[in-house]
């Protein structure tokens, strides 16, 4: 098991699939394959043996499937917004 490459691609999965991203233009089949390509091109791009990749695929494979079917939308806007408002209640403004 390489831990190295489990790592990278956490990252990876973290820094190129933010939440709520899947439009409707693609199945998320089809976006997680597209984006394992994308995976396997750069993992290759930063010296990462075939071997490492190859003993790791099963394993990172369901998680990129994870990450492009989360609907979660986080609005930004909103937690400020709500952040601003608990602060003031606290203040006893």
Same mark, same amino acid.
């Given at each position: 098991? @390489? ?12 820094? *190129? ?6 439009? +409707?233009?693609?199945?998320? #089949?089809?976006?997680?394959?597209? &984006?394992? *390509?994308?995976?396997?091109?750069? /993992?290759? /791009?930063?010296?990462? @043996? +075939?071997?490492?990749?190859? #003993?790791?695929? @099963?394993?990172?494979?369901? &998680?990129?499937l994870a990450a492009v079917s989360d ?5 930004v806007d909103a937690y400020e917004l709500?952040? &601003? &408002?608990?602060?003031? *209640?606290? +203040?006893? +403004?």
């Amino acid at each position: 098991m @390489s831990m190295r490459f489990n790592k990278w691609a956490s990252n990876w999965i973290e820094e *190129n699939i933010p939440p709520g991203a899947n439009t +409707d233009i693609e199945t998320f #089949e089809a976006r997680a394959k597209r &984006l394992m *390509n994308e995976m396997y091109a750069e /993992a290759t /791009a930063v010296n990462f @043996s +075939d071997f490492e990749i190859k #003993e790791e695929w @099963s394993r990172i494979a369901p &998680l990129v499937l994870a990450a492009v079917s989360d609907t979660t939308e986080f609005d930004v806007d909103a937690y400020e917004l709500k952040t &601003l &408002l608990a602060n003031e *209640n606290e +203040d006893g +403004d």
